[in-house]
């Protein structure tokens, strides 16, 4: 769903968006948003009380209802005709082919200088960011574009480079917010880049640091395949060809999935970056009837963060559960991979220990996925500040992986990456002094998290 919002006060300023499905917590210096109505949620303490005493609550019953108090992305205006702007340039790589075409025939030229255009932007090694790497263009065409386009949307900040390779890119957007992208050097010529597609996240899953944050806002189409540019652009000399996008940076790709399926669109097209589309892989945490939509109107992989195998711990440890249960999600799923062909969805499951990684919920994962054609990898637990799990050990994820690989799963397990710069999967981001709420520990996990805090 596109906004289109009247440029008031409130807009400008940043708000943060807290997910849980009974309650959404704006900080009180947001006080001027309309409030409704107030419900006291059930599993839900304050992480810091004082931090909210002032805060109004604006109930939500569905993260599609989140959209609409979405914080528009401030870098990006619209044309009339949809065109994407940045100030009074339009933004290049906000636009499919065919719209950069059209725009092109709009402005007097003939459609093979978009094409010439696309391809000194995404393709032949060039990824031009400037005017002036537009070898062999138009002098005309040239000078049009430097007067009426905007080739970048982000600034580079920083980058780290951990231990293992993995290297994590700091870029500071227009509005002055900072978003995270990692590129993970794999064997076999594999090199994969994680995007963003959010600063923060409204899912406010309890063992993600990025979730801490809440929502700042969503990323623009632009803002997104720009990471994956730059990658390829900076480091494709360094790591290799660059052959894998993954949509696991911060935020939940499929809560601005407007932007996210352009997005993909614009990774997957053959005259430019050309990445297939089996290796664009989009997680979610399980926004079903979006995930609907993707699998409709996509080709790209799809991944779902799976991460327990009762309601009774997913409502905890992902509060987007207790909207779209076990259940729905997976029925879901299987129903929609039918009408698909030859494709395969990956579960991801990160172990918690004691809490998601017994005999008992190994058994129970190879009876949810039944029927439902996937892979599935057990991803260990990335420790952050603040974190109230602890990691699986080694051997008993290794045991795990057997009962599910005895049982005739397709089961993989995926070690950490890049966790002593923070670039590791649920490790991005920055919270703030406000941070998402801390939902109740269930009775019976109490124990299992015991010292777990660092
Ligand atoms: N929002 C999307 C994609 C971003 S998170 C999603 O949730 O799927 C990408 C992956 O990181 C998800 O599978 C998530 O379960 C996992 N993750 C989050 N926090 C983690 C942590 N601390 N350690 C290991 N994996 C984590
Ligand atoms: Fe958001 Fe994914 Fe982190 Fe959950 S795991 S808070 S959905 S980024």
Known sequence: ?????????????????????FLTIHPSSFSSIPSTSIHSPPLTH?????????????????????????????SEGKEDSGIPMKGSKVLLKGMRY?????????????????????????????????????????????????????FKALDLKDMLTASDGTKKILFTLEDGLVIETVIIPCRRGRTTVCVSSQVGCAMNCQFCYTGRMGLKRNLSAAEIVEQAVFARRLLSHEVGTITNVVFMGMG???????????????????????????????????????????????????????????????????????????????????????LKHNYKVLFEYVMLAGVNDSIEDAKRLI???????????????????????????????????????EAGCVVFLRPSRGDDQMAACGQLGKPGEIQAPLLKVPAKFQTALEGASV
């Open 252 to 338: 939940e790709p499929l809560h601005n999935i407007e932007n996210v399926i352009k997005a993909a669109d614009i990774l997957v097209d053959e005259h430019g970056l050309h990445f297939s589309p089996r290796k664009v892989t989009i997680s979610t945490s399980g926004l079903v009837p979006q995930m609907k939509r993707f699998l409709k109107e996509s080709n790209c992989a799809l991944a779902v963060s799976l991460n327990a195998t009762t309601d009774e711990v997913r409502n905890w440890v992902m509060p987007i559960n207790r909207k779209y249960n076990l259940g729905l999600l997976l029925n879901t799923l299987r129903e929609e991979l039918c």
């Open 1 to 21: 769903m596109e906004m289109k919002l009247s440029r008031g006060p409130w807009m400008r300023r940043q708000f943060t968006t807290f997910f849980s499905p």
């Open 98 to 150: 065919h719209e950069l075409e059209k725009w092109v025939q709009s402005h007097g030229y003939r459609p093979a200088q978009a094409l010439m255009l696309w391809k000194r932007l995404y393709g032949n090694n060039i990824w031009a960011q400037y005017n002036e790497e537009l070898e062999g263009l138009n002098k005309d065409f040239k000078g049009m574009l430097a007067e009426r386009a905007e």
């Open 46 to 74: 304050s992480l810091s009380p004082h931090s909210f005493s002032n805060a109004r609550s604006l109930s939500i019953s569905a993260p599609a209802t989140l959209q609409s108090s979405l914080s528009p992305t401030p």
């Open 367 to 405: 009876d949810l996925v039944q029927g439902i054609p996937c892979k599935i990898n057990l991803i260990s637990f990335n420790p952050h500040c603040g974190s109230q799990f602890r990691p699986t050990s080694e051997e008993k994820m290794i045991q795990f992986r057997n009962i599910l690989a």
